[in-house]
């Protein structure tokens, strides 16, 4: 029986001592071979787009881009393209962020090179890298953040300019007397503002405001 060709890996890692140890454990794999070693995400996805590997073992913390970011580029022009994300800390949200750019999964660099190399080939062969008692729990983040994100653009719809003006000066600890200075209106003015701020936001003071204004991202 003809022996199948290796699948061909492209490693993206900033740590050279991983890198060289990945390439020396799998002299020894008949089914896997690095083909190529990148240190940054640009390096990574300029490599990958060249040869064309089969798997690209990507480092969730880049000099340059985050791991999901080097992927999210790369799946745009290779969608195929199987990602496995190494990290030391996979969160939840770092792991919601690769698998949402397109990654099949994470692999913790304490796991050691042999569950790595099976991590690749199960990438390789389609598998999903996501343990199962983590799926409900990202779920359960993914169905956050849609939430957050349609309160945030409710809000952000329903705050006028000025609204958001005023907002973002509480945010700053500004008192009454200090927004009216800044913006160069009456106070009267600036307490009507806040109290139109207030209600908008559902919130019964001006800490309170600033609290949910920053939970859903309206002070960036």
């Known amino acids: 029986m003809e022996r199948a060709e290796p699948k061909r890996v492209?490693?993206?890692?900033?740590?050279h001592l991983l890198a060289d140890a990945l390439v020396l454990a799998w002299e020894r794999e008949d089914d896997l071979a690095i083909v190529g070693l990148a240190y940054t995400g640009a390096e990574g996805v300029a490599l990958a787009r060249r040869e064309r590997p089969d798997v690209v073992l990507m480092d969730h913390h880049l000099p340059d881009v985050s791991?999901?970011?080097?992927?999210?580029?790369?799946?745009?022009e290779l969608p195929d393209l199987a990602v496995v994300i190494m990290t030391i800390d996979p969160t939840d949200e770092a792991?919601?962020?690769?698998?949402?750019?397109?990654?099949?999964?994470?692999?913790?660099?304490?796991?050691?090179?042999?569950?790595?190399?099976?991590?690749?080939?199960?990438?390789?062969?389609?598998?999903m890298l996501i343990p199962?008692?983590?799926?409900?729990q990202l779920l359960a983040l993914a169905q956050d953040?849609?939430?957050?994100?349609?309160?945030?653009?409710?809000?952000?719809?329903?705050?006028t300019a000025r609204e958001a003006e005023i907002l973002r000066l509480m945010a700053q600890g500004?008192?009454?007397?200090?927004?009216?200075?800044?913006?160069?209106?009456?106070?009267?003015?600036?307490?009507?503002?806040?109290?139109?701020?207030?209600?908008?936001?559902?919130?019964?003071?001006?800490?309170a405001a600033v609290v949910k204004a920053g939970e859903f991202g309206l002070l960036q």
């Open 174 to 207: 500004l008192d009454t007397k200090g927004m009216s200075e800044r913006l160069v209106v009456n106070q009267t003015t600036v307490r009507t503002h806040v109290a139109a701020v207030l209600a908008k936001l559902g919130a019964h003071s001006r800490l």
């Open 95 to 127: 792991l919601l962020a690769a698998i949402e750019a397109g990654a099949s999964g994470f692999i913790a660099k304490s796991d050691g090179l042999r569950p790595v190399a099976e991590a690749v080939r199960r990438a390789a062969n389609g598998e």
């Open 67 to 76: 791991g999901a970011e080097a992927t999210a580029a790369l799946h745009a």
């Open 145 to 159: 953040r849609r939430r957050r994100e349609a309160a945030r653009q409710t809000f952000v719809e329903q705050l």
């Open 10 to 15: 492209v490693v993206v890692d900033d740590d």
């Open 132 to 136: 199962a008692a983590r799926i409900s």
